[in-house]
């Protein structure tokens, strides 16, 4: 039949699935007609040996004039070797936005082990999308330029290098992860150079000064009587209790933050004095020994069910603990983070003499830099290290008993 308006209207639906009726004087040209009565204009042609069909419009949405122009065009197109699924496959492609890849990257992503982001990872991933990048996440990820990276990390070190920094690593994670999930019509990376390249390229990228803060060897006692009062005075919240003996705990540990605040009475043997982390950074898990003093930190804690340190509210963990260490900063003039106490315990541990590669496996550190303790020594059980435990959690109380007794020494330091 040759397609026309009357022609068409004169089809019938099939009883399933649906029928094509091709034109008998452009070959190729054609109409698809459903089950449901749905009438379409199509082009179908072999391209590269490869059967390809192209939707031309509706009928009643063009004309059957219309779409015999457009077929020609398309088969034409076809003829010349253009394949139109993969051009739909680009275009595709080339409409998936930032906040698209970012769905798909913490869905999909995996670590070199094979293993799924961190919570933190994806926690990091939306705050930036929802600050640095708010604007641009509606946006086509192949419109992002070197130019609009560059102007948006200037701006936003004003406010932080190393947030800025951080933004956009994630960033040029994210554009990395779409060049290789999305490709163009010729199966090539849509993004062929990843715009925050030009960061490394210019020179632009700002150091952050690494830092070295910790508790000062020499005011340990201070620090530590002052938090011993806090803890003790029954003057505080509950969530502020929790907080408080949370900064005791990461002293005393070297625990990260993260591993500390999510740990449950679960992974908790006091009477063994032994604690279990899971999933931690570097994605090992980790038997550890509870020194004496961490053990009655622990023993102190009201609650035995569920997080060691509950939130204020709800069923989850305790988030920060930054307003008792702000509220223990003003008490003693000494101001540090909660990763701050972490470069403490490490400190403390050298005074006491305790070897480094022990204190790095109490903190759950990579030992990569010694082959025998990478390859050959388990470091996913150390308790056997309880000994070294207990003597950093001595420190901490010999030094809180010098302080508050003046002029005492205590009988180690006496005897040494």
Known sequence: MKISKTTV????????????????????????????????????????????????????????????????????????????????????????????????????????????????????????????????KARPITEISREMVSRRYALRCKRSVAQANQAFRILRALINYAAARHRDAEDRPIIKDNPVGVLRDASMLRAVKARKTFVPLDQIGAWWSALTKMRTSGELTKASQAAADLIALLAVTGLRIGEARALRWDDVDLEGRAMRLTDTKNRTDLTAPLSGTAAAILESRPNRSGYVFPARSGSGHLSDCRGQLQALSEQTGIEVTAHDLRRTFRAVAAACNVELWRTKALMNHKQNSDITLAAYTDLSDVRNLKPEADRIGEHFEEQRKIHEGGNVVSMKDRRA
């Open 9 to 136: 209207d004169k089809l019938t639906p099939p009883d399933k699935g649906y029928s094509l009726h091709w034109d008998g004087e452009l070959r190729g040209f054609g109409v698809r007609v459903t089950a449901a009565g749905a009438k379409s204009y199509i082009a179908q042609a072999k391209v590269d040996g490869k059967a390809r069909r192209e939707t031309i419009g509706r009928h009643g949405t063009i004309t059957a004039s219309q779409a015999r122009s457009l077929a020609k065009a398309a088969l034409g197109k076809m003829a010349a070797g253009n394949d139109p699924a993969a051009v739909k496959r680009e275009r595709k492609a080339k409409a998936v936005t930032l906040e698209d890849v970012a769905k798909d990257y913490k869905a999909n992503r995996r670590t070199s082990k094979g293993l799924p982001l961190k919570a933190s990872t994806k926690a990091d991933i939306d705050k930036h999308l929802a600050d640095t990048f708010a604007d641009w």
